[in-house]
């Protein structure tokens, strides 16, 4: 089969739509896994991973599932075009007269494409984990604010785990 080359706005295109469906399926876990690791000792409000979603279903609806993706599912495509275009850059400047590459130079073109998603990924990485973590903090807000408003009524204590 000979090599069929795909042009830039077909890889964009499929990048996107990929990513945009990644996101999509994935982020349930990913917020479950953000709010479980920024529990405080103390305070733990989830014991497991599907504790964590039951109870941010109950508490913020079906979307809280879904906080912060907002960011992710905007910068999933340009960041795959940054990955897909750096990765063709590289693969270029690495090749001989149109030769294959060799795995090595393989390796270093996806470490270069790897290095440039990441200088555009972090920053939006770290916005989606405070999206992500603001819901854990709204629903213990909301507890201890129904505590308060117990203790204020003279009802007994509920007891904090």
């Known amino acids: 089969m000979a090599d069929k080359q795909i042009s ?3 890889k ?3 990048g996107g739509i990929a990513g945009l469906i990644g996101v ?3 982020f349930p876990i990913d917020l479950a896994k953000t709010r479980l690791q920024n529990q405080q000792n103390g ?4 014991t497991s991973m599907s504790d964590c979603l039951i109870k941010t279903v109950r508490s913020e609806g ?3 599932m879904y906080r912060g993706a907002a960011v992710n599912l905007t910068l999933v495509t340009p960041e795959k075009a940054i990955k897909l275009a750096a990765n063709d850059f590289f693969r270029h400047q690495l ?3 149109g030769q294959k590459l ?3 130079k393989e390796m270093l073109a996806g470490c270069g494409a790897g290095t440039c998603q990441v200088i555009v990924t972090t920053p939006m990485e770290m916005l989606k984990i405070q999206l992500q ?3 854990r903090i709204a629903a213990q807000r909301k507890i201890l604010a129904a505590q308060g408003q117990l203790s204020a009524q003279g009802g007994a204590q509920p007891s904090v785990e």
């Open 95 to 97: 090749s001989k007269d």
């Open 8 to 10: 830039l706005p077909a």
């Open 133 to 135: 973590d603001a819901g």
């Open 12 to 14: 964009l295109i499929n």
């Open 62 to 64: 079906y979307f809280g």
């Open 43 to 46: 305070q733990r409000v989830y």
């Open 102 to 104: 060799t795995l090595l």
């Open 24 to 26: 999509t399926c994935v």
